[in-house]
C-alpha cells in the first residue's frame, strides 16, 4: 500500500467515525495501522486472511505502533468462508484488499455488512494500468473492471475513484 492510499484510508476512516472496520487480506498489516490510525480510540478492526503467518506478523506491527491487542481481531480463513459469519449491517467500513477475482464476492459480503452510510473501499482497482488498457487481460483485471462498472452502476452506491497509490475504489452505501 502506498503512503497516499494510507493517508486516503485513515482519513476516510475518520470521517465515518469507524468503530467497526472489517479488513479482507491482512498482508502485512500496512493497511489496518492506517486504517486503525483514523478510527475512533474504541474502534476494532476485524482482518480476515488465509495466511495465518501474515496475521501474526501483522498482530506484531499493530502492537510496534502501539496498539493494545484487543484494537483488532484477527480471523484467519477465506474471506467467502469467513464474512457471511459477520454481523448484517456491524460495520462502518470494510477494506478489500484480497484476491482480485473474488471482488465482486466481496462487494456483495460488505454491503450485508456495511451499516447505511457507511464506506467500502477497493484497493488496487487500477492493476497497474492494466483496467484502461484494450488488450487481452488476465482474469483479475476483467473481474476489477466489472466491480468498476457494478459500483459505478449501483442504485444503493455513492462512489468515487480515487486516484491514490494504483487506485482505491471508494463507495458510501446508501
Known amino acids: ?6 493517508a486516503a484510508l485513515r482519513m476516510l476512516a475518520a470521517t465515518v467515525g469507524a468503530k467497526a ?6 498482508g502485512t498489516g500496512v493497511s489496518g495501522i492506517h486504517l486503525l490510525h483514523g478510527m475512533r480510540p474504541d474502534g476494532v478492526l476485524t482482518t480476515v486472511d488465509p ?13 510496534a505502533a502501539g496498539f493494545a491487542s484487543n ?6 480463513g477465506r474471506a467467502l468462508d469467513v464474512l457471511p459469519r459477520l ?9 478489500c484488499d484480497g ?6 464476492d466481496y462487494l456483495a459480503e460488505s454491503l450485508r455488512l456495511l451499516r447505511p452510510g457507511g464506506l467500502v473501499c477497493f484497493e488496487g482497482v487500477f492493476a497497474d494500468g492494466r483496467t484502461v488498457d484494450s488488450g487481452p487481460q488476465p482474469v483479475e483485471v476483467l473481474r476489477m473492471r466489472e466491480l468498476l462498472r ?6 444503493d452506491l455513492v462512489p468515487s475513484l480515487l486516484p491514490v497509490g494504483d487506485g482505491l475504489l471508494c463507495a458510501v452505501k446508501r
Do not use: K
Not at 484494537?71 to 484467519?76: L, V
Not at 484476491?99 to 465482486?104: I, N, S, Y
Not at 457494478?150 to 442504485?155: G, L, S
Open 1 to 6: 500500500m502506498s503512503p497516499g492510499a494510507g
Open 21 to 26: 472496520v472489517a479488513e479482507i487480506g491482512t
Open 51 to 63: 495466511e495465518p503467518e501474515r496475521q501474526q506478523f501483522a498482530r506484531q506491527a499493530f502492537r
Open 87 to 95: 454481523a448484517d449491517s456491524g460495520y462502518d467500513l470494510v477494506f
Open 71 to 76: 484494537r483488532a481481531r484477527f480471523i484467519p
Open 150 to 155: 457494478a459500483v459505478r452502476e449501483a442504485q
Open 99 to 104: 484476491d482480485r477475482t473474488e471482488c465482486l
